[in-house]
């Protein structure tokens, strides 16, 4: 009989803990399996956040560093810097990125860490109970933001790539969706390409993906895709901000 | 010598702390036991500086001198106004009278007073003033020998500063000729 | 080898250079700052990396992800920066990483100041990060000790993988001293083989952590550590004992105050007056036992600190109640005189009689 699909071997057998519907999976194998198919799985160390992904670390089938919340870039930093030739890469929630750690993220793009990082952006915290980020969208509801988010009082929502893309040392940028088929086709091309930037030495990369969380923003699976699709991506547009080729 | 504890003062940039740092290094050839303590601030330029230098025959104890000062080298007038006190009864003053008019007001201490900036600009070079200060310190007290200072200054400076060695050592010698 | 006249912050960089220390992640504050400097300068040469971090936070986090992959790495501080340090201390404690931490002290709460201060003995003894964990803490009193501790904190580091601090005050780091690089004594050192370095394909995944979300599983790596760090009480206390030969006053004092405290001992002898020093070479494990070896003709404890007194606790707990206990400091960078120290003994032994 032909095998037609295997998991793949970046991931170990462990069960994800990930609510149902929660797009956290997809990402994970997205990764793992770029990570087998460059062939560098036994070179690389992966550095968990703190967040929904905290666990991260007993599901990449490589060795893994679990960080402070906020601080996975400063952590990766200090691998890639003793150990140049292996390969390294975050993965962080919008929490744990794009508000305490947003200090860390900007100097690893600013001294053109050679990292890459995959950011999971699902608009709200998860693990801690669906409380505002700084990427929860205007009238977005969080038990932190009861009335739903007001500009007035807590600003407009953070887009961390256009700002990481201004940055020189940041040199692949890229916005993508896991909520359709296309969107998980592209995710994985944006993901393969930042590592592959980071085996060329070019510098720092990270793909920004728009992921779901049903759970906390209390509709079903099935309505969050369309929710994401809706809200998320008319603010936080998709597409590459930064490409080394383009030299921008 | 027993214990000799110098107090060097002066304004930032008449090499105070250069002038400790080469007598605590010319301690450490003669195999003495040494110590160098400066202050620190703030200020990066134009402020005072001051230095704590200990030499020694038996190990240092505290680097930090309070009022048991053997000597005081005193470039400017608010260090002569601010470590006159710190001296011990029948210690040396060597008082910078090119830039301080004023004697000291101690009576128990032995001052001197060297125009130490005029006899640098005889040779040549204002910047040595600190040189003659410590030439007359050392003709003073004979803690250390010029020799190994010079010795010291040759190593401080490294191969590309080689040329101002001879300079040097003739601010340590004039220096030391204006107390003898 | 020769002797070397060097500045403290200096020296402790060339030591931790010869323990084979090629890593070095920090931030600029006084007075530390020749340290990062010095390691910015000689790193490049040895094939090693300097990084100024963004802050604090980041360094130590960044000493964290390095020593991770089994490197022997360092920061330095001073103060209020340590204290930022503290949330990547309790990590690489829980996590049971080796490296060295260097905090030159300075004068606080708050930004304080920056002259010598001994204001951090809490911060370094009782753990500034959160929850159950211990640290060697050594305080060297002369820039020589500050040369040999660095270069065995790497080794004891390694031995226990567990951080250890070096802590001097501000006159430790700005003070110039000749200093000799030894060969520490020999430990054997165990294999790194729970480095993060790349599988190879090799080996099962190797995981840096210190999350437990299982109550059962926390509480036995609290007591693995615990027990670690009862290792750590039994072998690598460390004290020096000044003079206590008939004394009737003992100071205890430690870093560079000990060295006044020194000169006011040997000035007290003279008039006849017998006092001694304990002097804690390591603050965490504290030398308990040194106090057993107090002579009968003790009247008195004096505890003697650049600051409002922290150091007093442990030596109260060391004491056990056996003999009064007095307190002399200085605080905010003001450093206590040996004849300040001198009076205060006489007027413990004049209270006395």
């Known amino acids: ?248 | 010598m027993a214990t000799e504890k110098i107090i060097m003062a002066g304004f930032g940039g008449q090499g105070v702390m250069s002038m400790g740092q080469l007598l605590t290094y010319a301690g450490m050839i003669e195999n003495k036991q040494v110590s160098w303590l400066p202050s620190y601030g703030p200020e990066m330029r134009g402020g005072t500086a001051n230095c704590s230098v200990i030499v020694s025959d038996t190990p240092v104890g505290s680097p930090i001198i309070t009022e048991d000062a053997t000597a005081a080298i005193v470039m400017n007038l608010p260090s002569l106004t601010k470590f006159e006190g710190n001296l011990k009864s029948g210690g040396n003053i060597i008082i910078n009278s090119s830039l301080i008019e004023k004697k000291a007001s101690r009576t128990d201490v032995n001052a001197y007073y060297v125009p130490a900036n005029e006899i640098a600009n005889e040779i040549g070079n204002n910047k040595v003033a600190n040189m003659i200060m410590l030439g007359a310190y050392l003709e003073l007290t004979k803690v250390v020998s010029i020799d190994t200072v010079v010795e010291a200054l040759k190593k401080v400076f490294g191969p590309s500063k080689q040329d101002l060695v001879p300079l040097n050592k003739e601010a340590l010698e004039r220096g030391a000729n204006s107390v003898r | 080898m020769d002797k070397v006249l060097m500045k403290g912050n200096e020296a402790i960089g060339a030591a931790a250079i010869k323990a084979g220390c090629k890593y070095f992640f920090g931030y600029p504050i006084t007075p530390q700052n020749e340290l990062p400097e010095f390691m910015s300068r000689e790193l490049p040469k040895i094939d090693g990396v300097f990084v100024q971090a963004e802050s604090e936070v980041a360094a130590i986090n960044m000493i964290y992800g390095a020593a991770g992959t089994g490197a022997r790495v360092m920061t330095s501080s001073s103060s209020p920066g340590v204290a930022l340090k503290q949330e990547g201390i309790s990590y690489i404690a829980g996590a049971e990483l080796p490296c060295v931490i260097v905090n030159i002290s300075r004068g606080g709460p708050g930004l304080g100041g920056i002259q010598p201060s001994q204001a951090d003995y809490f911060q370094s003894t009782r753990g500034g990060g959160n929850g159950d964990y211990r640290h060697l803490v050594y305080a060297p009193a002369s820039l020589q000790e500050a040369v040999d501790l660095t270069i065995e904190a790497f080794d004891v580091a390694d031995y226990y993988r567990n951080p250890v601090i070096v802590i001097g005050d501000g006159m430790i780091g700005q003070m110039m001293e000749p200093v000799e690089f030894k060969e520490p004594k020999k430990r054997e050192l165990p294999n790194k083989d729970w480095a993060t370095t790349g599988t190879k394909g090799e080996r099962r995944p190797n995981i840096i952590n210190s999350l437990a979300l299982d109550p059962a599983e926390l509480e036995k790596h609290n007591i693995k550590l615990d027990k670690k760090y009862k290792e750590i009480e039994k072998n690598e206390v460390r004290y020096e004992m000044y003079k206590m030969d008939k004394a009737e006053v003992v100071m205890v004092a430690y870093g560079t105050t000990a060295r006044i405290v020194k000169n006011a001992i040997d000035a007290l002898r003279e008039e006849g007056i017998n006092a001694g020093l304990i002097r804690p070479i390591t603050l965490w494990p504290f030398p308990n036992k040194a106090f057993n070896e107090i002579p009968d003709t003790a009247k008195a404890l004096l505890s003697v600190e650049m600051s409002m007194g922290q150091m007093i606790d442990d030596v109260k707990i060391a004491n056990e109640g056996r003999l009064p206990v007095h307190f002399y400091g200085r605080a905010g960078g003001m450093i206590p005189t040996p004849e300040a120290i001198m009076d205060k003994v006489k007027e413990i032994i004049g209270g006395g009689k």
């Open chain 1, 1 to 248: 009989m032909a095998v037609v699909f295997k998991k793949t071997e970046g991931l170990t057998d462990k069960q994800f803990h990930y609510c149902p519907g929660c797009t956290h999976g997809i990402i994970h194998r997205l990764v793992g399996e770029v990570l087998e198919e460059l062939g560098v799985l036994g070179e690389t160390i992966g550095v968990a956040p703190v967040g929904c992904s905290v666990l991260a670390y007993d599901y990449f089938n490589c060795d893994m560093h679990e960080a402070a919340h906020g601080r996975a870039p400063a952590v990766a930093t200090g691998i890639k810097r003793v150990l140049p030739e292996n390969v390294v890469f975050t993965y962080q929630g919008d929490g744990d990125l794009a508000s305490i750690g947003t200090a860390e993220i900007i100097h690893a793009a600013h001294r053109g860490e050679k990292i890459t990082t995959i950011f999971v952006n699902n608009a709200i915290y998860g693990m801690t109970g669906g409380q505002m980020a700084p990427t929860t969208l205007i009238g977005q509801k969080a038990t932190t933001a009861p009335y739903g988010r007001d500009a007035a009082q807590t600003g407009m929502p953070l887009r961390m790539s256009e700002m990481l893309a201004t940055i020189d040392g940041a040199v692949f940028v890229e916005r993508t969706t896991v909520h359709n088929v296309a969107g998980i086709r592209k995710t994985k091309k944006a993901i393969k390409k930042a590592f592959e930037v980071q085996l060329a030495g070019l510098g720092f990369g990270i793909v920004e993906v728009l992921s779901t969380c049903p759970t906390n923003w209390g509709i079903t699976p099935v309505e969050s895709l369309k929710w994401l699709e809706e809200n998320m991506i008319p603010y936080y547009p998709l597409g590459n901000f930064r490409t080394p080729e383009e030299g921008k």
